[in-house]
């Protein structure tokens, strides 16, 4: 009922702005309130991490680690945030957030805006969260793709004393040239240098920092079978499907026509299916996340029926509010 209430107040104003609104409201009651533990649920332990329960935050919300604490009072197990990036960078002109309400979702084409990578190193320095707090890295808009490992290693390197796992962005459709960055003749080039900056981490100071990739939705299911099995050989420690698609099919809203990658309910059936070829395709050799139209409750056990270690919400908590969370916590206890 009170989510309902902030809802419709929040859907008066353009989507840009009721984020940021929410944003600074979760920042003063975690300065108010504090940082708390996760909800327990269903525990399960990935790449040596401890998560005590299995549904966490998808990166996108919290861009720049602004709300930590915040976001912690919902209950999540973790918190992914970012997408971050070397140098801050405003991201694409806006309007480029758009609510279509008929579809349950959104399309945005943010464009990695960001203040950072030393922004967000400094805030999660300060924070206190007990929970697993993931980091989100990509490129700068201006990177060319030949030298995009920089940036993936740049980021990798500033973010390993507050990050306890990396996740690496390749599968965003808002900057320009991103998705190539994720072919199968093309994945190593990003993902060696950022595995070769592990493991001199782990020489110089015995701390291991798993490294995750995200991957898109909109692979064919050979191409998508191809990539991960790259990847099961690649020394990864999870893989994370799916980001949002440029799919417009079935939509009803007036918006739908737009640029942007598209979050939602109708990702549902997509991301499911992606999440059954990669269950199949990894047979358990690399831990799967799932994100991408977990629009309830029984979204999320299915996701951990179907194969997922890990379920991550974004554009369900925009529609279901925070409730949403401990809904899936309990629909996942058993």
């Known amino acids: 009922m009170v989510y309902s ?3 419709s107040a929040l859907f008066r104003i353009n989507p840009e702005a009721a984020h940021g609104l929410t944003i600074n409201s979760l920042q003063i009651l975690g300065h108010c309130l504090g940082a708390l533990k996760p909800m327990q649920g269903r525990a399960c332990e990935i ?10 935050l998808a990166a ?3 861009k720049d680690a602004q709300a930590v604490s915040g976001l912690s009072r919902l209950g999540f197990g973790h918190l992914e945030v970012g997408t971050v990036t070397p140098r801050a960078q405003p991201g694409n002109p806006k309007p480029r957030v758009f609510r279509l309400e008929k ?7 943010l464009g990695f805006n960001n203040e950072g990578i030393d922004a967000m190193v400094a ?11 993931g980091v989100n890295i990509g490129k700068n808009k201006d990177t060319p793709n030949d030298e995009a490992y920089r940036d993936y290693v740049t980021c990798i390197m500033k973010a390993a004393p507050v990050a306890d796992y990396i996740t690496v962005n390749i599968s965003s ?4 040239g991103l998705r190539d960055l994720a072919e199968v003749n093309t994945i190593l080039d990003v993902i060696k240098p950022v595995l070769e900056v592990r493991s001199d981490l782990k020489n110089r100071n015995g701390i291991y920092l798993p490294v995750f990739v995200k991957l898109a939705p909109d692979f064919g299911d050979a191409d998508l079978k191809q990539v991960l099995e790259v990847l099961k050989v690649a020394s990864i420690d999870a893989v994370i499907l799916t980001n949002t698609t440029v799919s417009r099919d079935g939509l009803l809203s007036p918006n739908s026509e737009e640029a942007g990658g598209l979050s939602g309910a109708p990702l549902t059936v997509r ?3 992606c999440l059954k070829v990669a269950t199949e395709t990894l047979e358990g050799s690399l831990p799967i996340i799932s994100v991408g139209g977990v629009m309830s409750g029984e979204d999320a056990r299915r996701r951990l029926e179907l194969g997922a270690s890990l379920v991550q919400l974004y554009t369900g908590l925009i529609y279901r509010g925070p409730g949403l969370v401990k809904d899936a916590i309990q629909q996942t206890r058993c």
């Open 60 to 62: 996108g919300l919290d």
């Open 173 to 176: 459709p808002n900057t320009p």
């Open 47 to 56: 790449a040596g991490l401890h998560f005590a329960n299995p549904i966490g």
């Open 5 to 7: 209430l902030f809802k």
């Open 123 to 133: 805030r999660l320095t300060r924070q206190n969260y007990q929970g697993v707090i």
């Open 271 to 273: 991301a499911e299916h």
């Open 103 to 109: 579809d349950t979702a959104l399309i945005n084409r």
